[in-house]
Nanobody
């Protein structure tokens, strides 16, 4: 069974930075889809960033130029570097993983982390 463990959330001021980490425990393949999603109260879950086994990436328009997704295949860790954070970035952030490639920001990932809270406030 695959299990995802997230860390790195917290409270930051507008303009600050955070790096979220998602460690993948269990079996993982060379071919995969990895992604970060977020959800805030009263809003639907939205895809934030995606990465595949080739290193290709997809970002939501709202975070382009500010967020960077990466993967360490040796350590089996997904990262989300978040820069120039805005109050509207406040949400619970979830990492997602799937042994199927090419999922991009679809919501049907097989494995999900528990979520880590990111709060951007002055």
């Amino acid at each position: 069974e695959v299990r995802l463990v997230e860390s790195g959330g917290g409270l930051v001021h507008p303009g600050g930075s955070l790096r979220l980490s998602c460690t993948i425990f269990g079996y993982a393949r060379i071919t995969f889809s990895g992604a970060w999603f977020r959800q805030s109260p009263g809003k639907e879950r939205e895809g934030v960033a995606y990465i595949d086994n080739y290193g290709g990436s997809v970002y939501a328009d709202s975070v382009k130029g500010r967020f960077t997704i990466s993967a360490d295949n040796y350590k089996k860790i997904l990262y989300l570097q978040m820069n120039s954070l805005k109050p509207e970035d406040t949400a619970m952030y979830y990492c997602a993983y799937d042994l199927r490639g090419g999922l991009q920001l679809r919501g049907d990932y097989s494995y999900w982390g528990q979520g880590t809270q990111v709060t951007v406030s002055s």
